[in-house]
């Protein structure tokens, strides 16, 4: 399943991208949100979200000012920007910020869809593939650690002691 939030101030925008995300991949759950600045709000009282698309319509909605808080907060999760119409300035702007991705609206509205659902899972995906690399790393990291504490020389010669001291005979 991939839960997603849309952010934008076109109410027409997020009625298409909740209807036809949902018919077009059964596995997507959007979560609209108009008001940009009920983000945490939001967040705090949905359910778990797994990246977001965002509308880049200044000066309603500059969705590289809710991409930056998002970092700020050290949200990494993935962020989609999309605009009406093609600019090279936005997608530069998004690629020097390391955004996952640009879509923009000028297509076939059954294109364009397709092209996010897509997109969101792709994102998502990796996402989710670099969380769980980093979790296993850190276990590998505790696992070797604990290894190394029951090898260390110390660690063998006082286990040695203690069962040496220990009356003939007897067990542990």
């Not at 399943?1 to 009625?15: G, K, N, P, Q, T």
């Not at 709000?41 to 698309?53: A, N, Q, R």
């Not at 909605?61 to 090279?88: L, N």
């Amino acid at each position: 399943m991939y839960r997603v939030m849309i952010i934008s101030r076109d109410a027409e925008f997020l009625s298409q991208a909740n209807m036809y995300l949902c018919r077009m991949n059964a596995d997507i759950r959007v979560i609209t949100l108009s008001d940009p600045s009920k983000i945490e709000e939001t967040l705090e009282t949905s359910l778990p979200v797994d990246g977001f698309v965002c509308d880049h319509n200044p000066p309603k909605t500059d969705a590289f000012e809710i991409f930056q808080a998002r970092v700020k907060k050290k949200d990494f999760r993935p962020f989609i920007i999309t605009t009406s119409k093609e600019d090279e300035t936005i997608i530069s702007r998004a690629y020097e910020q390391k955004i996952d991705y640009v879509v923009v609206r000028d297509r076939p509205i059954m294109n364009l869809y397709l092209d996010f659902t897509s997109k969101i899972v792709v994102a998502v995906e990796a996402w989710r593939i670099k969380r769980e690399r980093e979790v296993n790393e850190r276990r590998l990291k505790a696992l070797v650690r604990v290894a190394s504490m029951h090898n260390s020389p110390s660690t063998r010669s006082s286990s040695m002691f203690w069962r040496s001291s220990l009356p003939s005979g007897s067990k542990r």
